[in-house]
């Protein structure tokens, strides 16, 4: 399909810079089949019914931006991937600067050596010492808030916490599940109360996710891959609410590409570990899922592309003109929908 059919005029004001306080005071749009609802996240359980499984990603974000030197040249890093113990692969701010085989300094104790460059640009650095790299990124790193916001304004104490969900366990993401952020306590409550369970997994949100899509036509993009597990305890569970007549609803396109991923043709979810690079563009039919929260994406996106995969273009494009004319909140921060085919 042409990129150009998921492209959107977005006014700048729409971009969200902090969170929602309360978190579940955020924005709901519903899209329900053929009827709009203008809610809010506190309104959720009232639009679930009884039997209903929401799917959480449970991975933590860690602080993967790095500022460094080479020499006399600045260097930025932002991992996206490990690819072992001590070697993640990164882009890298001032790349021309940077060789297989040169050292960066980022400060506290803390260098790697940049390897090979991937066809995507990016390098694989390896971090010197035997500290775990999660310590060496605690004591250099900073969070890795998306580009459209740290252009806005620099990174904040507040942003450590607002930027990880409740659900954050398994270190590892360099961009948080963006749709549980709207999540509280409070919340999770009155979804039991109401009869609503709840799942986690775990996928491992790489810098990927913020590429833009360069291609012309969607069957020429290629797609960022990311780790992912659902253990069989989880995947049986996910099978026993659809055969009991319930929906799983994934929380954040994250969890929804995990588990169509571990889906097979038959529907059913088996358990899953390893790197999953699935790109769901319209025409693609769903396999393990039936509806999503989520933020609102970019322009020419490909979590745009999913969407409108699960909801059809047109409705997804009239959905998002509704948004934008009623002053909903767009991107990581920002306010959250309810798709429901």
Known sequence: M?????????????????PASPRDAARL???????????????????????????????????????????????????????????????????????DGDVIDFGQGVSATAGDRGDDGSFALDFAGTEPVELLLERAGRMP???YIAAKRPTDARDADDYQTMFANEPGA????????????DLMAALDAAGIG????TLH????????????DTADHLMHAEWGRIDA?????????????????????????LIESASGDDGIVRPFEGDTAIFITPGYRFKGIDGLVTNFHLPRSTLFMLVSALMGLERMQAGYAHAIASGYRFYSYGDASLLLP
């Open 174 to 185: 360099v961009a948080a599940p963006t749709a549980a952020l709207h999540f509280t306590p």
């Open 198 to 201: 709840h799942a986690t997994l």
């Open 145 to 147: 808030l998306p580009p």
């Open 205 to 216: 949100v790489g810098a990927g996710t913020f590429l833009p899509v360069k291609a012309d």
């Open 233 to 257: 305890a989880t995947a049986d569970r996910l099978n026993a609410v659809r055969a009991a007549g319930g929906r799983v609803i994934a929380v954040g396109t994250t969890s929804l590409r």
């Open 2 to 18: 042409n990129v150009d059919l998921f492209d959107f005029a977005l006014p700048n004001d729409s971009i969200a810079l902090r």
């Open 29 to 99: 749009l519903v899209l329900d089949g053929d009827a709009t609802r203008d809610l809010h996240v506190g309104d959720l359980p009232a639009q679930l019914r009884a039997g209903d499984l929401l799917v959480f990603n449970d991975t933590r974000v860690i602080p993967a931006q790095l500022e460094g030197t080479r020499g006399e040249a600045r260097i930025g890093a932002t991992l996206h991937k490990r690819e072992g113990p001590r070697r993640w692969r990164a882009f890298i701010r001032n790349a021309k600067r940077l060789r």
